[in-house]
């Protein structure tokens, strides 16, 4: 490559960091993380566990989106040395890594703009996950757990806190269902895009007979609220139930009834959470959920964002979103946008950015055609 190429794709790089900048509004950041660290400094913070974790988990989000992009930064600086350090001593081998590296940063750099493009009102807040088993029997409550671990490994990855408010175990194996928070900025911006309904096709390790199944699990993705967020609650429209919880066999289950159901009467809705040895903790927790959801079908009603917001998803044949094929041939596809991968096992570990990038740009252009 020439030099004047290198001058002129390290100019955009740059210009593309800038822009990056002025959307993530890297002085707010910075203030945001002063301010969390003075709060995880104080003595008491842990005497409220929920706020303690949500500040750890918020500043440790933050940090990683700062170092990611400060990173970049100084890679592209690298970058510049060595291209003139080659240039200078002609070195061949020298000229070739910083092509390499050139593709790599601009990738990266690609990867970090979709966040110029999460500009939605609930965008920037946190995510509650809900991932439930469709039709497709005992392998479809396998599936729906193979998509709680795919989650929860890419969110790990991202050292995003993860928070499990409630799971669901299937008899033979897997999950009916499971409820879970992912604590990051722009968490539900990102996630929203992996609502609907997911199909698995592959020879079912249930059938003594080796016969390939189709099962099908739908995932819903709701925004955390903030106590800004005007959502009222009458507690005489919810009935509570309170219920000894536990898992599959071999699992420890508690003495007590501390897991907690909210039903909402007039809606229907339906949350529980049992992850805190607490009745009241897991009342709370579950009230986070239940207000989230009750946020995300009145938005959902007043502007017709249905589909955006949740997804109206039966998990059942002819509405799916992504197919998730291992056999007769591996693959993973997603039916909106048509990015695929061959390595269904990297995806199943977490491996999602590009399906959700891909997502992210595909409802942009659908925003800016209604537009």
């Known amino acids: 490559m020439a030099a004047t190429d290198f001058d002129a794709e390290i100019k955009q790089l740059r210009a593309t960091m800038r822009t990056i900048g002025q959307v993530l509004d890297l002085d707010r950041m910075r203030s945001e993380i002063a301010d969390l660290g003075e709060q995880v400094a104080a003595p008491d913070l842990w005497d409220d566990q929920e706020n303690a974790q949500r500040v750890t988990g918020r500043l440790s989000a933050l940090n990683g989106e700062l170092d990611r992009y400060t990173g970049l930064e100084s890679r592209i600086d690298d970058l510049e040395v060595l291209v003139e350090l080659g240039q200078e001593e002609a070195d061949a081998e020298s000229m070739a890594e910083a092509e390499a590296e050139l593709g790599r940063i601009s990738k990266a750099i690609e990867s970090l703009e979709i966040r110029t493009l999460l500009a939605g009102e609930y965008d920037e807040r946190e995510a509650i996950v809900t991932i439930r088993s469709g039709a497709g029997g005992v392998d479809a409550a396998d599936f729906a757990e193979m998509l709680m671990r795919m989650y929860t490994r890419w969110a790990e990855q991202h050292k995003y806190p993860v928070e499990v408010y409630d799971v669901s175990?299937?008899?033979?194996?897997?999950?009916?269902?499971?409820?879970?928070?992912?604590?990051?900025?722009?968490?539900?911006?990102?996630?929203?895009?992996?609502?609907?309904?997911?199909?698995?096709?592959?020879?079912?390790?249930?059938?003594?007979?080796?016969?390939?199944?189709?099962?099908?699990?739908?995932?819903?993705?709701?925004?955390?609220?903030?106590?800004?967020?005007?959502?009222?609650?009458?507690?005489?429209?919810?009935?509570?139930?309170?219920?000894?919880?536990?898992?599959?066999?071999?699992?420890?289950?508690?003495?007590?009834?501390?897991?907690?159901?909210?039903?909402?009467?007039?809606?229907?809705?339906?949350?529980?959470?049992?992850?805190?040895?607490?009745?009241?903790?897991?009342?709370?927790?579950?009230?986070?959920?239940?207000?989230?959801?009750?946020?995300?079908?009145?938005?959902?009603?007043?502007?017709?964002?249905?589909?955006?917001?949740?997804?109206?998803?039966?998990?059942?044949?002819?509405?799916?979103?992504?197919?998730?094929?291992?056999?007769?041939?591996?693959?993973?596809?997603?039916?909106?946008?048509?990015?695929?991968?061959?390595?269904?096992?990297?995806?199943?570990?977490?491996?999602?950015?590009?399906?959700?990038?891909?997502?992210?740009?595909w409802r942009r252009s659908l925003d800016k055609a209604e537009a």
């Open 169 to 361: 175990y299937a008899e033979e194996a897997g999950i009916k269902s499971a409820e879970f928070a992912i604590h990051a900025p722009y968490a539900y911006g990102t996630l929203s895009v992996e609502a609907g309904t997911h199909r698995l096709v592959r020879i079912s390790p249930f059938d003594n007979q080796g016969r390939r199944q189709t099962s099908f699990a739908a995932v819903e993705v709701v925004p955390v609220l903030e106590q800004t967020d005007e959502i009222e609650v009458d507690e005489n429209d919810i009935r509570t139930d309170v219920f000894r919880s536990g898992g599959p066999g071999g699992q420890s289950v508690n003495t007590t009834d501390s897991a907690v159901r909210l039903t909402h009467i007039p809606t229907g809705i339906v949350v529980s959470c049992q992850n805190e040895k607490s009745q009241l903790q897991n009342k709370a927790s579950a009230m986070v959920v239940l207000k989230a959801k009750l946020l995300a079908q009145k938005k959902a009603e007043e502007a017709a964002l249905k589909k955006d917001l949740k997804g109206d998803v039966a998990a059942s044949w002819g509405d799916q979103m992504r197919n998730y094929v291992l056999n007769p041939y591996q693959i993973v596809k997603d039916l909106r946008t048509g990015h695929e991968s061959g390595n269904p096992s990297e995806v199943f570990d977490g491996d999602l950015d590009d399906f959700m990038e891909a997502g992210i740009r």
